[in-house]
């Protein structure tokens, strides 16, 4: 059985997680279009795909049990294989098209913070996942710690334009979260279809 205060405590992590994605993504798409950053609009598809994993995992927690364990983990798989698709089509068009985003400061503040808050709240919910024994927690962990390395990977690619004039770095960031995506995703969706799922 479940300590309630652990249960309690990963309910409000992914609350915090849902809380600063719902702002992030709008934030974080505005100033996507403003720059025409191939990089900037697949982080908040990426914001986006966070918080329906997180919506997932509530749903998951708020079960009472094991029986959802495989679907949670197939959806959060197919999701990250979603953002693949679009981040690598939206990348491959901004370098074939030649597009050349614009600087972002807004966009730059807001993947500072978000390393910084990503971190912590992954290793909060590693904690808590490894303490109540749920795989979904554990991976939804995972996922947000590499938000905050996209965030980071993003963060270089838009710098990079914004400092040396190097439009190409933005969508080459983008293909970041295409590995992400596929890497992420495959993983999710394996141990959903494992035995015991």
Known sequence: MASPSLLRRGLLLEYATLGWNVVGTGVVLVAAARAGSAALAGFGFDSAIEIFASIVVVWQLKGGGRARDGMALK???GAFMALAAYVLAQSAWTL???AHPAPSP????WLVATCAVMLVLAWGKHVTGRALGNPVLA???RVTLIDAALAG???AGVGLNGLAGWWWADPAAGLV????????GRAA?????APGS
């Open 189 to 193: 969706w394996r141990h959903g279809t």
């Open 96 to 98: 074939m098209a030649g």
């Open 75 to 77: 959806l959060i798989g």
């Open 106 to 109: 807004l966009g730059v503040a």
């Open 177 to 184: 979260i295409v590995y992400y995506g596929i890497t992420e």
């Open 139 to 141: 991976t939804e962990a």
């Open 153 to 155: 990977a993003v963060l």
